[in-house]
């Protein structure tokens, strides 16, 4: 992506696992029926994938649901969980979630690789499980890990950029507070602001629309015209996983949906869309990533489908004090380590360690939709 260096010295190379969890059947799953997948391992490099067949019954499935859905209303801060119940659960969730889907002998697999990144390739119809929870007894994989999802779809994305053709200059349009209610919103933009204005190893411009500037047609002319990297929107998402086509960014004269972004004539989308709102990166349960390119599942999926190479959001509600700190944390290492993968699992120890104690679910919360071992990948011809 932005960057092609792993680790500090840029030559080690990457050991990438993937994880694919795919349907066998082209329909859309129904309600109640067992959920059968074909689950497989691979190693970069390798000329081996295992693979196993797995099969969620229904009352499986709806314990994950039903979890997923306490945790969120914990976020909203209703009524249910007590906060000395909310590690406990997320540790049983995510220890279901490994053992239903990797199994025995996929935590052999894993534990022989001891990989440096594992990409999780996800069907499109289960973008609505928590996936970053996924735990071996170590503890979340996406806290041992670079951790980046995948999705498979059978909608047909749009091509991105391409960065060999890209100069050297990093360029972020950063859209703050645009409702005028979220002051921590405004300090997360300024410190990207102020970082820049520190100076970096590369050229970094930081472009701001603020507050009642963040109209829907300033947000469409500046993120279209195609000279932007990154996109970072610290704001409101308007969420709802029961109708994902009603999920839309919060602009200052009013929503942009998410239909209206995937049909957005985007010159060359960012590379990272990097979206600080509560439940951005959630989706419906049980369908398409996009349809017949007009339709996206959630604000995750319809700037995916539009080209942009990675999209960060948040599976739930999250905290002011712990996105402006995942944010600040994220974007100092991304552009130390060079790699989005490392910096994003950077940012989400950090918020982990400080603030989930305390049942801030910022840090579990986080999702990378992407590449998160960017960098050289080893092949038969730097093997001989």
């Not at 894993?110 to 999780?120: F, Q």
């Not at 890990?145 to 972020?172: H, K, M, W």
């Not at 989400?348 to 049942?359: A, F, I």
Request: aromatic residues 10%.
């Amino acid at each position: 992506m932005i960057f092609g260096g792993y680790g500090h010295g840029k030559e080690a190379l990457p050991k990438v696992l993937h994880i694919s969890i795919a349907r066998f059947s082209r329909e859309l799953p129904q309600p109640g029926e067992a959920l059968d997948f074909l689950v497989s391992l691979h190693e970069e490099g390798a000329g081996i994938t295992w693979q196993q067949n797995v099969s969620i019954p229904a009352d499986l499935e709806q314990y994950f649901l039903a979890t997923a859905q306490a945790l969120y209303e914990w976020g909203q801060g209703r009524d249910g969980l007590l906060a000395s119940e909310i590690q406990p659960t997320l540790d049983k969730l995510g220890r279901k979630l490994y053992d239903a889907f990797v199994g025995e002998q996929g935590r052999q697999i894993l534990w022989r690789s001891r990989p440096t990144a594992i990409l999780l390739d996800v069907d499109e119809t289960t973008l609505n499980l928590p996936w970053e929870l996924m735990a071996d007894d170590y503890g979340p994989l996406a806290l041992q890990y670079p951790f980046g999802r995948l999705v498979t779809t059978r909608a047909l994305p749009r091509a991105g950029r391409n960065p060999l053709s890209e100069d050297a200059q990093i360029r972020i349009l950063a859209v703050a507070n645009p409702t005028a209610d979220l002051a921590a919103a405004d300090a997360e933009v300024a410190a990207l602001v102020a970082l820049a204005e520190r100076g970096t190893r590369y050229p970094l411009t930081v472009d701001v629309l603020a507050r009642g500037e963040a109209t829907r047609a300033n947000f469409i002319q500046r993120a279209t015209r195609g000279d932007y990297d990154i996109l970072h929107f610290a704001g409101h998402a308007a969420v709802d996983s029961n109708d994902p086509a009603a999920s839309a960014l919060r602009l200052a004269d009013g929503p942009l949906p998410d239909d209206e972004i995937l049909a957005l004539n985007w010159q060359a989308p960012p590379y990272l869309v990097f979206n600080s709102a509560c439940e951005s990166g959630r989706a419906a349960g049980g369908q398409r990533l996009a349809t017949s390119g007009s339709q996206a599942n959630g604000l995750a999926a319809a700037f995916l489908a539009a080209g942009c190479a990675a999209y960060v959001g948040y599976f739930w509600p999250v905290t002011d004090s712990g996105a402006e700190q995942f944010a600040a944390t994220f974007y100092d290492a991304l552009l130390g380590m060079e790699n989005v993968g490392l910096a994003f699992q950077e940012a989400r120890r950090s918020v982990t360690w400080s603030l989930g104690q305390s049942g801030d679910l910022t840090g579990y919360s986080a999702v990378l939709f992407g590449d998160a071992a960017s960098g050289k990948r080893p092949d038969l011809a730097k093997m001989v």
